[in-house]
């Protein structure tokens, strides 16, 4: 059965082709709102016990379409990569 997904999973691919974005497996969440992410996932994305997660929605025609997790230290280094030329400009200029 996990062959089975596995080898769809690797097919699913979204948008950029498999570089980019493909559907790596399919969780269930419980009646108090848990998933479990699988194991195979936690050690490529190398996720332990106690990692934050920082969620992200996207929405379309006001509803969400999509859930992103991205892993809070990598989230901080994007938002520093993105904002950090911005504010150093900001701060030249005053």
């Known amino acids: 059965m996990a062959k089975q997904a596995e080898d769809r999973s690797s097919k699913a691919t979204v948008g950029c082709g498999e570089q980019c974005c493909k559907v ?4 269930s969440v419980d ?4 998933m479990v992410l699988p194991k195979e996932i936690r050690q490529k994305a190398n996720i332990r016990g106690g990692d934050k997660l920082a969620i992200t929605s996207l929405e379309k025609d006001g509803k969400v ?5 991205t892993k809070a230290e990598e989230l901080a280094d994007m938002v520093r990569a993105t904002l950090g030329p911005v504010a150093k400009e900001i701060l030249d200029d005053q």
């Open 24 to 27: 790596e497996a399919l969780v």
């Open 31 to 34: 009646d108090r709102g848990q």
């Open 65 to 69: 379409c999509c859930i992103l997790l």
